[in-house]
């Protein structure tokens, strides 16, 4: 294979109680990527997208990917690079992440599918490095897998994958920036154990309700008494559009990432539909620009478009 | 029904990362139950097992969760229960919720299959309240569900039964005395966040493993970085007995409840049956008696032996 195209969609980690355990794909938004296997030993990257940002591939999100797998395999090829991004870089839905998978997946591809799931997140993670200074897989690992994934440990990577629950998610980026490491800051170091306990029951009632397709159970595991009431008042309008999105029926919410993204599950499209409604009014009202976005739950993440 | 005889089993709490929200049947040790319908409104306990435990119903476990229902029903009919435990009081292989599930079970069976299974949970909670202070649910829900529980709320009761592994259980009881109050003491209010996470990626790869039956994630998800390492230290050969159970196979297990008894979970019975010599000597080898018990995991909770 000498060319790929690839749909690579935006993922929303830690589903409000999964702090940095949890991360789900979703359908839309979604970068496009296009990679050409070279005879040489380059990276050749290419933005068509205008949002600035770097096109050396060591200063390149998905040009470190695979700047590492050049040098890991001794790779006597090069790789070129087009992305359209779609996901905004700092949404907070995976934008970094959508552009290291697909240089890893990508890779897979064109060198005639050498990498397991584990070692393309393993690769991918690099990326992620680049972006936000973590070896974080979260929201790496549904871009690869699908659905919604456990990052049991990313280093070794041990990643689970859960079922893909059968429901709408609402997403609304507000065009206001919250910085990963601001987001990472303000938390407390130090958490009491009573709330922790309260967390990881709703963590196993999350999983729990993902893996049994127990919409009623995720709806009501959905609660995060530790990041979310830290992190949300760096997000403007956030209890706001909460309160009104499970008035209007959403089964739950929350930050998506470390923000300013917020996102809500519903069981129906029209629900779903409505809860856009809501958050577009809610920054309207305000002044501030937002986008919204209402797909499914993607069960399986990047999509091989042409090849 | 006018008479119902119960097998009612032992139960281990917190399953190691699930401090406080997991719970487990298991098929031995088990108490005996014999519960009849009285014509008049009164609660005559029995116990032939010489434990010494208080007989006054308003002292007894199984008396107090007989009392409230009593009241709350405004029965006319009382209860006369003979209870023989074979789950020594003390043990932390949850011998009071035993009486206490017994009790509301055999109720529910006496007068006519009224309750629910939240119901029960409910009102055996009284009986935990009475033996230790709190009205926790952890041993009580998988007695009366059986496999393994979820407890996602105990007021309101909020239970969520999860699959049975088919696993075997060792579990060691050594005759020491650890208070449950003192087992909570040592415990430190606050933790670290990032012990916090680690903790429920554990739990969250420990339920996926339960729903899906993966032994092997099970396994490496039996990792208890919080309290474990606290409460250890009033166990006397924890370490030595956790070390050489994993070397002889053993998928991983800790302590049981808030202890003194330590269990090992084993694919086969073979290994489960090697780890119970392994804990027999370590405790023989230091002069402290103890009781051995090999059993799979309980599908199904209290049986009814007989009505």
Redesign the interface.
């Known amino acids: 294979m000498k060319k790929v195209t690839l749909k690579v969609p935006a993922t929303i980690a830690n589903l409000v109680?999964?702090?940095?355990?949890?991360g789900m794909a979703i359908n839309e938004p979604a970068d496009d990527m296009e990679m050409r296997l070279l005879e040489t030993p380059e990276i050749i990257i290419r933005h068509t997208d205008g949002f600035g940002l770097p096109e050396e591939p060591a200063e390149n999100v998905a040009g470190v990917v695979l700047l590492k797998i050049m040098e890991r395999l001794k790779l006597k090829h090069g790789f070129e690079v087009i992305i359209h991004k779609n996901i905004k870089p700092g949404s907070g839905l995976g934008s970094s992440a959508a552009s290291a998978a697909g240089a890893a997946l990508g890779a897979h591809l064109l060198l005639g599918n050498i990498f397991t799931r584990e070692e393309m997140v393993y690769y991918a993670m690099f990326g992620e490095e680049l972006a936000s200074g973590a070896r974080h897989a979260d929201n790496i690992a549904p871009c690869i897998y699908g659905g919604i994934t456990?990052?049991?440990?990313s280093e070794p990577v041990?990643i689970?994958p859960?079922n893909a629950p059968d429901l709408w998610v609402t997403a609304v980026h507000p065009q206001v920036e919250v910085k990963t490491s601001d987001a990472r800051e303000i938390?407390?170091?130090?958490?009491?154990?009573?709330d922790?306990?309260q967390?990881?029951?709703?963590?196993?009632?999350?999983?729990?309700g993902i893996?049994?397709n127990d919409h009623a159970?995720i709806g009501?595991?959905l609660n995060d008494v530790?990041i979310e009431p830290v992190r949300s008042i760096l997000i403007p309008k956030f209890d706001h559009i909460k309160r009104e999105s499970l008035e209007a029926g959403a089964l739950g919410g929350g930050i998506s990432g470390s923000g300013p993204s917020v996102f809500m599950f519903s069981e129906e499209e029209e629900t779903s539909r409505t809860i856009a409604g809501i958050m577009k009014s809610a920054y309207d009202s305000t002044g501030i620009e937002s986008l919204v976005y209402v797909s499914k739950v993607n069960p399986s993440g990047i999509r091989i478009v042409k090849d």
Not at 17 to 22: H, R
């Open positions: 109680c999964g702090f940095d355990i949890l456990l990052v049991k440990s041990d689970i859960l938390l407390r170091k130090n958490i009491l154990l009573k922790a306990i967390q990881w029951g709703n963590i196993a009632g999350l999983v729990a893996q049994n159970l009501r595991s530790i």
